[in-house]
């Protein structure tokens, strides 16, 4: 490794480190952002999404302890019976992020359910990450017995109780809010968007690793079992994009009812940018779409969610390859100066003031709408070595060092070609700083990608 890339590492590492917050004199979380020189909002919280980064260089370092611990105080933040209180989070929800409050001369878990988030948001993402992460300790401690224990297991059937249990929709993806993920700003994503479901695919998968054989796990374990079938079919079907498939779109027949229907969500060609498209994507890649609906395909591309299509093997070996092709053929569009873009291409004027309620901190090409987040470098190097394209992630990873640390480690960057720093970006942003970490580690040790990625 080059002296450069060794000092970015050690400076990185010293920086996770003073981002760690304590509870009862234990290590439980670290801070989204150490950034002194912006007022903080909640950036002085633990997000339990992007704890998730840090905790993997954590399980990685040998240092799951804090993990753990992470991991048993979060779930007594759970709701754990039915709330008929409506400002109450229901059962089995678990925070965005939490806080540590003082009262009556006692440390306690302030936690945000969407209660106070702005825009009032509930996070769907947060009980996936946790169950991912429980999975990943259990398989970086080799030991199932801490997943076993018995409010662990509730845990689980609690936050799968959310998902498959009542609700209003008829299809095998989950029905979620806007800015219920990652993206928590409206964006477009009410419904059934991408990074939410190849999330809920992976806990699936997860659970059933996870979930013990007793009794009170029978009835959820059965419905884990027969929502994956269905749901990997509708997802490498209905929402995968390539040459063939626009060609097929192009031409659906619409207003058809009845269980025949081909054209199941009734799509309106007009309503797809085609031309855009057959010019944009290379005849060797292909994606899975955005978001899925009624009258709706959002076309754009999330790369939170195609990235985890193929960590979790959502995707199947030639569509992960073809979502790779694509990075690899658009480079400039989705990595250009900083891995990378969250979404391509940005919503812009009419669109972007009606799907972001005009949004000055999503206007185009800015953070969430078209920004570049370098926390997804992991997922990247996750992606690409898994499907052995390890050059894409060592290419993607020398791009990000030329500037995260003289940029002290932005949240995200701006701009068509993520060369900006990005408007309101926090710095030491402790996700970027993890991200890059845990990119760095899963290229230099392959083998602790099994904490992360699942077989076909
Ligand atoms: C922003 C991001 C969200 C993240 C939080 C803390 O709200 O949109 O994904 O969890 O900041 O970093």
Redesign the pocket.
Same mark, same amino acid.
């Given at each position: 490794m080059s002296e450069r890339s060794l000092a970015i590492e050690e400076q990185a590492w010293e920086t996770l480190e003073k981002s760690m917050i304590y509870y009862h004199e234990k290590p439980i979380g670290t801070i +989204? +952002?150490l950034d002194p020189g912006i007022d903080a909002a909640n950036?002085d919280q633990c997000?339990i999404? $992007?704890f998730v980064s840090s905790a993997l260089v954590f399980l990685i370092k040998g240092k799951a302890d804090i993990v753990r611990f992470f991991l048993e105080e979060t779930l007594k933040l759970q709701p754990k019976t039915t709330q008929l209180d409506c400002l109450k989070p229901s059962r089995g929800l678990m925070p965005a992020s939490f806080k540590i409050g003082f009262a009556n001369g006692q440390e306690y878990l302030k936690a945000d359910f969407g209660d106070h988030a702005i825009g009032r948001v509930a996070p769907a993402d947060a009980g996936l990450w946790w169950i991912i992460l429980l999975r990943a300790y259990t398989i970086s401690t080799e030991s199932k017995e801490f997943a076993s224990r018995g409010d662990l297991q509730e845990g689980i059937r609690l936050i799968l109780e959310l998902c498959l249990v009542t609700r209003f929709d008829m299809y095998p993806m989950v029905l979620v809010p806007d800015g219920a993920s990652?993206? $928590?700003r409206r964006l477009g994503l009410y419904g059934h968007p991408l990074d939410i479901q190849s999330l809920f695919y992976a806990v699936l998968k997860a659970s059933l690793e996870l979930l013990t054989p007793i009794k009170e796990n029978q009835a959820i374990i059965q419905a884990v079992r027969n929502r994956l079938d269905p749901l990997i079919k509708q997802l490498r079907e209905n929402y995968w994009l390539d040459a063939e498939r626009l060609n097929v779109i192009y031409r659906f027949q619409v207003e058809e009812y009845g269980e025949e229907a081909l054209n199941q969500f009734n799509i309106y060609s007009d309503s797809i940018p085609f031309y855009r498209l057959a010019k944009w994507l290379p005849e060797a890649g292909g994606y899975l779409a955005g978001n899925l609906g009624p009258s709706q395909l959002d076309c754009r591309f999330f790369s939170l969610g195609n990235l985890m299509a193929i960590v979790s093997s959502l995707a199947n070996e030639q569509q992960s390859h073809r979502i790779l092709n694509l990075i690899e053929l658009r480079w400039s569009d989705l990595i250009g100066e900083m891995p990378m873009k969250l979404c391509y291409p940005a919503l812009e004027d009419v669109e972007w003031r009606i799907v972001t309620g005009a949004d000055p901190k999503n206007r185009p090409w800015s953070y969430?709408n078209g920004g570049s987040w370098p926390v997804l470098l992991w997922m990247l190097t996750a992606a690409a070595k898994k499907m052995d394209r390890g050059e894409l992630a060592h290419h993607a990873i020398a791009i990000a060092e030329r500037r995260l640390l003289e940029d002290h480690w932005p949240?995200y960057y701006d701009g068509p070609d993520g060369r900006l720093i990005g408007k309101e970006a926090r710095k030491y942003?402790t996700?970027t700083i993890a991200g890059y970490l845990l990119a760095k580690e899963l290229i230099a040790n392959p083998s602790h990608l099994k904490l992360i990625t699942f077989d076909a």
């Open positions: +989204a +952002a950036y997000f999404r $992007d990652m993206i $928590d969430h949240e942003q996700w």
